[in-house]
């Protein structure tokens, strides 16, 4: 398994240097640069927006701005935020606890749903409950999350006054007391439910094919032959073969994790490494842009590998080497 | 079995259905229009200033966290300033300067000699002497810094030698005493006072961090100061700050105990001030008809300083020399922009499109500026069709083939091809929609063309051949000088208007030897060069627009006029 896993990252550089020229140039290809856009005559001049083209290197030709970014890259040097003013890296650091929470929390709540839901399913497949569980998994996923998210302010936050309407921590709240606490959870709740409630359709229709299939496997016949009870057979038996495929989603949410919720953050005001994204894509900034992508790139492939492993440990007759 | 799945499912639809209408129906019926207050206009609530409360200030798009009069680079950072840092002069409403911290005398408009007042405190204790102000321009002059400031620092003598690493201080700073500053220029100039850089910054604190680490400091990010009635007690970055009363605040009292600052996004406006969630914020046109029927807010309009046109391409610019190298002979005839003008019924297209929160206007001055031309001395193009036909008809512009649209006097087709920049908002492209068919409807074939924001100021910059009408917008500052945006030597003058007799005004008009510092005698120069442009119209003037501020009704105290809104020490909230 070593072997394998080594020789996996070692197979990830060259993917990871194309992944990063296909970023540059995409990036460069973007009309107008960080510079560019709706010019305020009040706060700058032509001289200026020249000399901080020339100051960034923007007139350098693409292969050697290339160059310049990657070298930094490798060497742990991101660059510095054209928009921000500060290191690439502060600014990712800055927004990846946010991040984290958010999608931690939702893929809490994709899990417990999609588990309750699956279970149910595939036990009593094709019954009325069933198809309400299809009915409800399909139209969430079919909602765009923004819409979703909208509605669910409206509702939850103007309406019932449940949950705040954006944010992701009551400003008055002391730095670490028990409310601080509490006032994070209260922010993350409702964007979490709004992302995690809206994903659950793919790992409710696994687990529960899967249960049906498995049901009507031989093993399965002859517990019920022994005198298993039904609800051991399901609870035991089944749902341990059937985890299988869904723990190989765990590596692909990997990446999704660290991804946060472009639209879903931005409407929430929360601000995460999605909203990060969205922002540095609208006002140019490449150091912080090609960063993230490349960032997610990585931990992309990087889920794979733990899919592809992961599914060893937990499946004995997959072997790796 | 089927059969129940299927009604299960149409069930579900309908309950989705019926939250789709619950709430749609809260924005659509706010047809009904009004401007309410026009100019500065009073708070809210109305009595006497109460002491103590929170109010809760929102901002529909998040800072960028340069929390430095130096530094920041977007408005939003700006409004965040402004909330626990002043300058040291002020603008009245008609935009001229008045003394804040620091009162000057003049003789020449070149020395400029400056006084401060005693005992004003920055939000850590230190005293503000002219040392904090000699340390701002310096910062903004020195070689490191990545703000866009130079401009407002490079007419003091000596400042250029200083960026060019030629001289160790800028010579035309002579500090007096701690009060006391001289400031010489390096030639005697009208704007000299409004264009010179008026925020001083704490010496104290950022005196030891490289020019060039400022901007990423904590000073700067996380923990600013100011002189300002408020001070930061907390950032966190993005969504929210907090700000409460500093108690040793120079200029008198100051109502409120706490200022939160909250980030939210634009579809949460409405409901948050619905809400009481928040308690003043500024709005977009789009969200007007939305709030003005909530009964807890308020909606006070103020002039603001941005104006909307479309252009013409006249010629090309070669940035290199800053000369208009070529003329396109497309749109030279002046009938023809004229009678473009009068095929538009401009206030039809704000009423649409800027909800009414837009007035119409024939110059490239805002009105409230002191050098606005009065309406009685323009041509006012009011929508007129029929003029427009037969200004066309005179001017050669007729259909010679018959298909409906007319050619040019030479007889071949005619396509006005306006460009209009394109971003998410859908109402971009009806709006330029509308446009092209006022051009229509007087028989002027009409194209439209979207283009990406960016790309599309890249292409209107450089004279792209594609572009050939162009939608824009500019806004202009307290320095009523249009020349940046109009000469026929500067890159923003985007039509590329080329007429030496409309420059020679504006250069007149900054000419310390014709003008003196006789502000009637400039008024007189800009008016005439006004009445110049008007006619010619190298752009359309659509209009321009109001700023807009929706009020909670507990909030006081709060006036805005033409130079913003006043100092938020005497903003108070009444429980």
């Keep these: 398994m070593l072997k394998y896993s080594i020789r996996r990252l070692l197979g990830m550089i060259p993917m990871l240097i194309l992944i990063s020229i296909v970023v540059f140039s995409l990036a460069k290809l973007m009309p107008g640069d960080s510079l560019s856009g709706e010019i305020d005559p009040l706060n700058t001049n032509p001289e200026y927006i020249a000399e901080m083209r020339e100051k960034l290197g923007y007139n350098d030709p693409l292969p050697i701005q290339y160059f310049n970014w990657i070298t930094g890259f490798i060497q742990g040097d991101f660059g510095k935020s054209t928009r921000f003013k500060i290191p690439v890296f502060d600014l990712i650091m800055e927004k990846v606890p946010n991040t984290l929470l958010l999608g931690v929390t939702a893929l809490i709540i994709t899990y417990i749903m999609a588990f309750i839901m699956g279970m149910y399913s595939g036990r009593r497949p094709y019954t009325l409950g069933d198809n309400a569980i299809a009915g409800f998994n399909y139209v969430m996923l079919a909602i765009p999350s923004f819409v979703a998210a909208v509605f669910a302010i409206y509702i939850f936050a103007f309406q019932l006054n449940w949950f705040p309407f954006a944010g992701s921590v009551d400003i008055l709240t002391e730095q670490g007391s028990f409310e601080y606490y509490v006032s994070r959870m209260h922010h993350v709740l409702l964007p979490a439910i709004v992302l995690g409630a809206m994903s659950t ?50 590596g692909f949410d990997f990446a999704a994790l660290i991804g946060g919720a472009i639209i879903t953050e931005t409407i929430f005001t929360y601000p995460g490494i999605g909203q990060l994204f969205l922002e540095s894509v609208t006002s140019r900034d490449y150091p912080t842009l090609m960063a993230l992508t490349m960032l997610l790139s990585f931990l992309t492939l990087f889920g794979n590998l733990l899919a592809d492993i992961l599914y060893g440990v937990v499946d004995p007759r997959i072997r790796l080497d | ?60 798009a998040p800072p960028e966290g340069l929390y430095s009069s130096a530094f920041y680079g977007i408005a939003t950072d700006f409004e965040v300033i402004e909330l626990f840092d002043e300058a040291l002069i002020n603008y009245n409403e008609n935009l001229e300067p008045e003394p ?14 400056f006084t401060f007042e005693e005992g004003v405190k920055w939000h850590n204790g230190e005293e503000l002497t002219v040392n904090d102000w000699v340390f701002a321009l310096e910062t903004i002059a020195d070689p490191d810094y990545d703000g866009p400031r130079y401009t407002n620092v490079q007419t003091i003598e000596g400042a250029e030698a200083y960026r060019n690493g030629d001289a160790d201080s800028i010579s035309g700073i002579e500090v007096v005493s701690d009060y006391e500053i001289n400031i010489t220029f390096d030639e005697a100039r009208v704007n000299n006072l409004t264009n010179l850089w008026a925020y001083p910054m704490p010496e104290s604190v950022l005196g030891d961090v490289p020019v060039a680490e400022m901007s990423a400091s904590e000073w700067v990010r996380s923990t600013p100061i100011g002189i300002g009635p408020f001070k930061v007690d907390k950032i966190v970055p993005g969504e929210s700050v907090e700000f409460s009363k500093f108690d040793e605040y120079w200029n008198g009292d100051v109502n409120l105990d706490k200022i939160v600052l909250r980030v939210i996004d634009n579809s949460s406006v409405v409901g948050a001030l619905q809400n009481n969630d928040i308690d003043m914020i500024s709005l977009q046109p789009v969200s007007g008809p939305e709030v003005e029927p909530l009964e807890n807010v308020e909606i006070v309009t103020y002039p603001g300083l941005t104006y909307y ?17 070529e003329e396109l002979p497309k749109y030279q005839s002046k009938e023809l922009r004229q009678a473009m003008m009068y095929a538009l019924n401009r206030q039809e297209w704000v009423d649409a499109f800027f909800f009414g929160y837009a007035d119409v206007v024939n110059k490239p001055v805002p009105s409230s500026h002191w050098n606005a031309a009065d309406d009685s001395e323009l041509i006012q193009y009011e929508y007129d069709p029929e003029k427009s036909k037969q200004m066309l008809d005179e001017a050669g512009y007729v259909d010679t083939n018959d298909d409906g649209f007319r ?35 007087v028989g002027l074939r ?45 890159l923003w003058n985007y039509p590329r208007y080329n007429n030496p007799e409309a420059d020679q005004l504006l250069d007149d008009a900054l000419d310390i030897e014709i003008v003196g510092t006789d502000q009637e005698k400039r008024k007189e120069l800009y008016v005439e060069w006004q009445k110049i442009v008007n006619e010619d119209l190298p752009m359309l003037y659509i209009a321009e627009l109001e700023e807009i501020m929706a009020l909670n009704n507990r909030v006081g105290g709060v006036e805005y006029d033409v130079s913003g809104q006043n100092s938020p020490a005497e903003w108070f909230v009444t429980e």
């Design chain 2, 100 to 113: 804040n911290v620091a009162s000057w005398e003049t003789e020449d408009n070149k020395v400029f000699n």
């Design chain 2, 1 to 60: 079995m089927k059969k129940k799945s299927l009604l299960w499912l149409f069930a579900l639809v309908l309950i989705v259905s019926a939250f789709l209408a619950a709430c749609g129906g809260g924005s659509d019926d706010a047809s009904e229009s009004g401007s309410e207050g026009e100019g500065s206009s009073e708070g809210a609530a109305d009595g006497e200033p109460q002491k103590g409360g929170t109010l809760v200030y929102g901002l529909d």
């Design chain 1, 201 to 250: 359709a793919s790992y409710t229709q696994f687990l529960r094919n899967d249960i049906i299939e498995n049901s009507r496997k031989d093993f399965v016949r002859t517990a019920r032959a022994k005198g298993t009870p039904m609800k051991k057979i399901y609870n035991v038996h089944i749902l341990r073969n059937s985890i299988i495929p869904l723990v190989t989603f765990l």
């Design chain 2, 309 to 325: 046109y479309v252009g013409f391409k006249l010629g090309k610019f070669d940035n290199e020399s800053q000369t208009i190298t």
């Design chain 2, 407 to 441: 050619e040019d006097p030479n007889g071949d087709e005619f396509v006005v091809k306006f460009s209009h920049y394109a971003t998410g908002n859908p109402t971009f492209e009806s709006r330029a929609q509308a446009i092209a068919q006022y051009f229509e409807a």
């Design chain 2, 446 to 490: 009409s194209e439209v063309e979207m283009v990406e924001v960016n790309l599309y100021y890249d292409m209107v910059e450089k004279d792209d051949a594609s572009i050939e009408t162009f939608f824009g917008g500019w806004g202009t500052g307290t320095d009523p000088d249009p020349s940046g945006l109009w000469k026929a030597d500067q």
